[in-house]
């Protein structure tokens, strides 16, 4: 079996080489004057499982999947398996208005062409793998964050919204402590209103726990309810990064004690990998590591 690490994922397709002790394939990316992506392979994968590592986000990450995807068919790959450590769009995932573009459905279809079997991180909602043509799964990394979390001494884990909730309940029971929810209702894409809740946090070391920080305002509001009910810390931690609109300023502005994510989306939050629960789901779904 080969490795191919895209641009986006080098962190997570590096652990997954020496976590599998399977090589890496060397390759040329660079840009053209006009900034298109060129892709070259350097190794002989005829007739090799092949998994492609790469984050669907950006919007260039994703032609540079298109492209390594393109390459690595061409090259005659006995099996491709994408591993998408975080799929971007995929909270598009409905119409929410007549005339809107299905973004999950339109992604997942192109990426679904010429491979065998996609791999996802901590979707936003699961149902999003049926957009794909080929078998798809998802694993999270819950497990892994709730590690580092005990390792800190969390003894109290929030969701910032009943989306949230079970992967709250999972990490809390990982950690062997108490969980809570809140209400949030979304405004628009960078406004929430988080419903005041009396939480059992005061004096504790709180960790907010969501699949993805973005603006940072869901986080920013419940740091600041936690913070007002006398909470001693407050940690936010994430499957994916995306820190975007002034995220880190708002979440240092709440008074945030540490903000945590893995390296689905590699920052200098990610202080946590996604390769272990990638490699445990490959192990259990394909069968191209147990040939
Ligand atoms: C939405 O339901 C997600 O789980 C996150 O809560 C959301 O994407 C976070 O966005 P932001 O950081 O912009 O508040």
Known sequence: MFILGGTSAKNIATNLANRLQQPLVHTTYKRFPDDEFYVRLHDNIAGQDVLIVQTAYPDTKIVELFLIQDAVHDAGAKTITVILPY??????????????????????????????????VD???????????????????????????????????LAPDKGAKERAK????????????????RIDGSTV?????????????????????STGGTMAHSIKELKKQGAASVSVACTHG???????????????????????????????????CIAETLLKTTRIIKN
């Open 193 to 213: 209103k988080i419903t005041p809740k009396k939480l059992d946090a005061r004096g504790k070391h709180v960790a907010i726990i969501d699949d993805i920080i």
């Open 170 to 185: 999972e990490a809390a029971a990982l950690i062997n402590c108490e969980y809570d929810f809140l209400e949030k209702t």
């Open 123 to 157: 979707p936003h909602k699961d149902h999003v793998l049926k957009f794909f043509t080929v078998p798809a799964y998802s694993c999270t990394a819950v497990s892994t964050i709730a590690q580092y979390l005990k390792d800190k001494n969390i003894d109290f884990v």
């Open 242 to 276: 995306l820190f975007v609109g002034g995220a880190k300023e708002k979440l240092l502005a709440a008074d945030c004690d540490e903000i945590i994510s893995t390296d689905t989306i590699e920052t200098e939050y990610s202080k946590v990998s996604a390769a272990e």
């Open 87 to 120: 799929f971007g769009y995929s909270r598009q995932d409905k119409k929410f208005e007549e005339g809107e573009a299905i973004s999950a459905r339109a992604i997942a279809q192109h990426i679904s062409m010429n491979v065998d079997c996609v791999i996802t």
